[in-house]
């Protein structure tokens, strides 16, 4: 009775790794390193824009040294490397759902790079470090 549902169960009651859906085998292999690598060897290569004075889009080539575009990037890459196991609309998925939001926020004129082009990497000030935020008083999500 244990298999007519899916999922193979051992003596225990235990879930089985032949059945059901266990991620039973090892992880893929990434083809990228790290982000910055997957940046380098693919996604440059990919968006061919007129960046900087004047053009419609801002980039910064230390991309890197910027909280917001890092964790972009690594969010990038990470969806690329799984969304690449997916034959018919894996590599789709990632442009449309993925890389062509993230890019277009990256690449905005007011977004993280909006004053990098011209004024280097000056420490933001205080204020403008962070989001800001307070901490809420105890029992407000009760």
Not at 10 to 26: L, Q, R
Not at 78 to 91: D, F, K, S, T
Request: proline share 9%.
């Amino acid at each position: 009775m244990s298999e007519e549902f899916g999922a193979a169960f051992d003596d225990e009651g235990v879930p089985s790794s032949s059945g059901g859906h266990s991620h039973a085998g090892p992880e893929p292999e990434l083809v990228y390193s790290s982000a910055v690598e997957f940046f380098v060897e693919l996604l440059a290569q990919s968006y061919v824009r007129e960046v900087n004075e004047g053009a419609a889009f801002a980039w910064c080539p230390e991309w890197y040294k910027h909280p917001e575009a890092l964790i972009r990037m690594e969010s990038i890459w990470r969806a690329w490397e799984h969304l690449r196991l997916e034959p018919a609309l894996g590599i789709s998925t990632w442009w449309l759902n993925h890389a062509d939001p993230h890019m277009r926020i990256l690449m905005d004129k007011e977004g993280p790079f909006k004053k990098c082009a011209y004024d280097g990497h000056k420490p933001p000030s205080p204020e403008k470090a962070v989001l800001p935020h307070v901490v809420p008083e105890a029992g407000i999500f009760d």
